[in-house]
T-cell receptor, first 113, second 111 residues
Framework: EADIYQTPRYLVIGTGKKITLECSQT?????MYWYQQDPGMELHLIHY???????EKGDLSSESTVSRIRTEHFPLTLESARPSHTSQYLC????????????FGQGTRLTVV | GQQLNQSPQSMFIQEGEDVSMNCTSS?????WLWYKQDPGEGPVLLIA?????ELTSNGRLTAQFGITRKDSFLNISASIPSDVGIYFC???????????FGTGTRLQVFP
């Protein structure tokens, strides 16, 4: 069973608010990812990290930012939420290196009204 | 960027039938992963493939890493109602070191 946790599970917030989605893993994994997914659709990579102090943008442009100050923690921040940010956000982690599988958290369903 | 195309997009089958789906890309991948996602949840890893030509089973599930390294296949035998969900392939390339997901196959099983 994967030990990766996302909070909150659900968030409804007003336009213009700043939000942070939390993601933590207790597996000591170096690589962490954030994906954005609309209901029933494919997952789009928006951010990833190779380890502490490493962050890269994914294939889908996103107004969110991430940080990796500790190995186990990879929070995602939106400075000013908009209705277009409404989506599900999924965090994942893997050991890193070659050929290692990624494990996912349960996701955060964000609704911006 | 890299793209993974899955087919079929949707499947509606009767309980007990076998299911086949595949994932193709124009790029070479070094690892293929297959996930299942239930509504409102994160994807759960089903099978991981690391070598071209590799055939791996997990219960009623069997997956293969294509010889060209540009495709992968997933088969489910004797489907049951709890197999309902969205199945995603994912590929990892050593060049980019990014895990890219396919477009998904939506499976519906009728009793």
């Amino acid at each position: 069973e994967a030990d990766i946790y996302q909070t909150p599970r659900y968030l409804v917030i007003g336009t213009g608010k700043k939000i942070t989605l939390e993601c933590s893993q207790t597996m000591g994994h170096d690589k962490m990812y954030w994906y954005q997914q609309d209901p029933g659709m494919e997952l789009h990579l928006i951010h990833y990290s190779y380890g502490v102090n490493s962050t890269e943008k994914g294939d889908l442009s996103s107004e969110s930012t991430v940080s990796r100050i500790r190995t186990e923690h990879f929070p995602l921040t939106l400075e000013s939420a908009r209705p277009s940010h409404t989506s599900q956000y999924l965090c994942a982690s893997s050991l890193g290196g070659r050929g290692t599988e990624a494990f996912f958290g349960q996701g955060t369903r964000l609704t911006v009204v | 960027g890299q793209q993974l195309n899955q087919s079929p997009q949707s499947m509606f089958i009767q309980e007990g039938e076998d299911v086949s789906m595949n994932c193709t890309s124009s790029s070479i991948f070094n690892t293929w992963l297959w996930y299942k996602q239930d509504p409102g949840e994160g994807p759960v890893l089903l099978i991981a493939l690391y070598k071209a030509g590799e055939l791996t089973s997990n219960g009623r599930l069997t997956a293969q890493f294509g010889i060209t390294r540009k495709d992968s296949f997933l088969n489910i035998s004797a489907s049951i109602p709890s197999d309902v969900g969205i199945y995603f392939c994912a590929g990892l390339s050593y060049n980019t070191d990014k895990l890219i997901f396919g477009t998904g196959t939506r499976l519906q099983v009728f009793p």
